[in-house]
């Protein structure tokens, strides 16, 4: 049967065989990074996605031959330290994804290039074990919330010097300030008054929370709340750790798999009482739905995750097509630069955000399909900030400038990250408010 040459069909993402012995075979991954990257080389149709591409393709042009035989392997890392996971080269770039023969995967082929040459060389170091340890960063920096929120502060210019030195965090980033009342604390004081509700007659969800939700933006659970029980939805909310995205973009997929098993074995007993799962953030709902199958494709208890989890503006799009769904009642006077995050689009839904706001009246939404730069650490580390920044104007751009501008998005650190550079590149003191979708529509809802 001849190749099929790209193809319209959907791309099929192969398992990561990491326990495998080629796998972590350096001599094996040097050719598999020289097979994708002469390919890459032939094609070029990513050089306009991401800093990694452009910095593949200079090392070949400057290179002696003026092809990849020439180039040294060591200069590898330049690639890969640009590369945010984001997966769209995989999912709509690249004409050689599978089922191609070519069988090109190359946000996967970084993954295992860090896990070889970075994890089982030399692991993980005391500071990026801390750091990507989402949970411990989490309580602590709740509990101790106003001091830890003054250190982190921009204007506390020589903690956040320090805090570079020894973190590799850029003193200019902006990062995300932690809620000294995280959602764990107060659920049990907010779900169980609302919830009268006919169980044999509604929806039933558990929505895990996520570790940026809980411990850093309990509004955005309590507006998912809010607007489930008004369309007679059953809530119920868990949160036993982290999905393990920030150990999954350092590579650590030891760990990762580890954090799958035990977090999908909770979850399970829910979907076994007939609960669907909510994720808030899209890119813990790619974990559920994608990237811990692909880990470990033969666990039972991952599969039915999987195909139980949707993501909050996924689901209340279903909702919408019910006749009884409450459209919002009031109108908002916001002009909104709705970005669409890049974990959404690879999970492959559509727009599912700017879906689910048509049921607020009289909204104006700019949607900004751009990358926004931020990438999870990328966007914060000082050899990788530029680079966040850099691709971060490129959105930034395409938000109107006016009084009643919010900037929304799936992904909290995404708007965050969008909201400093559009301050920067406006000559703006203050920043742009930002929202997740999901509290837009619940604002749009009366309280009676």
């Not at 150990?247 to 650590?252: C, F, H, I, N, Y």
């Amino acid at each position: 049967m001849p190749a099929l040459e790209g193809g319209l069909g959907a791309p099929i993402r192969h398992p990561l065989n990491w326990k495998d012995k080629a796998f972590v075979d350096s001599e094996s991954l040097d050719a598999e990074m020289r097979r994708v990257f002469d390919v890459c080389h032939s094609c070029r149709r990513c050089f306009n996605l991401c800093d990694s591409f452009p910095r593949l393709f200079d090392l070949i042009d400057e290179s002696e031959s003026g092809e990849l035989d020439s180039v040294d392997s060591s200069s590898f890392s330049k690639v890969e330290e640009s590369c945010t996971l984001c997966d769209l080269c995989f999912l709509s770039k690249c004409p050689y994804v599978p089922p191609h023969e070519f069988n090109i995967d190359f946000p996967h082929l970084i993954l295992r290039y860090r896990y070889v040459e970075k994890i089982k060389k030399s692991g993980l170091s005391i500071i990026n074990r801390i750091i990507l340890n989402t949970d411990l960063t989490g309580k602590i920096g709740s509990y101790y919330a106003p001091f830890i929120n003054w250190i982190f502060s921009k204007k506390n210019i020589l903690t956040r010097k320090i805090i570079e030195f020894f973190t590799g965090i850029h003193r200019n980033a902006r990062l995300p300030k932690f809620n000294f009342r995280p959602f764990e604390k107060i659920k049990k004081k907010t779900i169980y008054k609302q919830q009268n509700i006919d169980l044999s007659n509604s929806r039933k969800v558990v929505i895990y929370t996520t570790c940026y939700v809980n411990y850093n933006l309990p509004d955005v659970a309590l507006a998912a709340l809010k607007v489930l029980n008004k369309n007679n939805v059953y809530v119920e909310f868990i949160y036993p750790e982290c999905c393990g995205m920030p150990k999954l973009e350092a590579g650590d997929l030891q760990s990762v798999t580890e954090k799958a098993k035990r977090i999908s074995k909770k979850l399970v007993s829910w979907i076994d009482k007939g609960y669907e799962i909510l994720t808030l953030t899209p890119s813990c709902g790619l974990m559920f739905k994608s990237e811990w199958k692909l880990l470990d494709p033969e666990n039972e208890n991952i599969l039915k995750v999987a195909n139980a989890t949707k993501d909050i503006c996924e689901y209340v799009v279903e909702l919408t097509k019910d006749e009884s769904f409450i459209t919002g009642s009031q109108n908002l006077e916001k002009n909104i630069a709705l970005h669409i995050a890049c974990h959404t689009k690879a999970q492959n839904i559509g727009i599912k955000s700017a879906e689910m706001l048509k049921a607020v009246p009289n909204i104006k939404i700019n949607i900004i399909d751009k990358c926004s730069g931020h990438g999870g650490s990328f966007g914060v580390k000082k050899d990788t900030y530029p680079l966040a920044k850099k691709y971060g104007k490129m959105a930034a751009r395409k938000i109107s400038i006016s009084d009643d501008t919010i900037i929304a998005s799936e992904c909290p650190l995404a708007a965050q990250h969008l909201s400093e550079t559009n301050a920067e590149i406006n000559s703006n003191k203050n920043y742009t408010k930002t929202y997740h979708p999901i509290e837009i529509l619940a604002e749009s809802y009366t309280d009676e």
